[in-house]
């Protein structure tokens, strides 16, 4: 079983940029697909990216592309997401979340493993 802790959340004016960052222990880190989700106030949890284990493939929600982007760092067991160009409506708890490496990069309901969040705010 692999545990995820997240971290780098708080509080942004709009246009702002934050990186949040996720580190791994016990299951291989490098042996699986990681993605990142967020939950705003009366909303369901919704899907912001996801990277394959070697890093090579990513695929991102349409909300959040050509402003976050997700990148690991396997020697450290750590996903990140770098946030940038931030808007009111990026204000969520987000998620890391991970699963084995055969899954599909391009499926988001199938992850079997997540993180506590880690609150972003966007306010002005």
């Known amino acids: 079983q692999m545990t995820l802790v997240e971290s780098g959340g708080g509080l942004v004016q709009p246009g702002g940029s934050l990186r949040l960052a996720c580190t791994a222990s016990?299951?291989?880190?490098?042996?699986?697909?990681m993605g990142w989700f967020r939950q705003a106030p009366g909303k369901e949890r919704e899907f912001v990216a996801a990277?394959?284990?070697?890093?090579?493939?990513?695929n991102y929600a349409d909300s959040v592309k050509g402003r976050l982007t997700i990148f690991r760092e396997n020697d450290k067991d750590t996903v990140y997401l770098q946030m940038t160009s931030l808007r009111l409506e990026d204000t969520a708890l987000y998620y890391c979340?991970?699963?084995?490496?055969?899954?599909?990069?391009?499926?988001?309901?199938?992850?079997?493993?997540w993180g506590q969040g880690t609150q972003v705010t966007v306010s002005s």
């Open positions: 016990g299951r291989s880190f490098s042996h699986s697909i």
């Open positions: 990277i394959t284990w070697s890093g090579a493939s990513t």
């Open positions: 979340a991970g699963k084995g490496l055969t899954r599909s990069l391009w499926r988001s309901d199938d992850y079997d493993t």
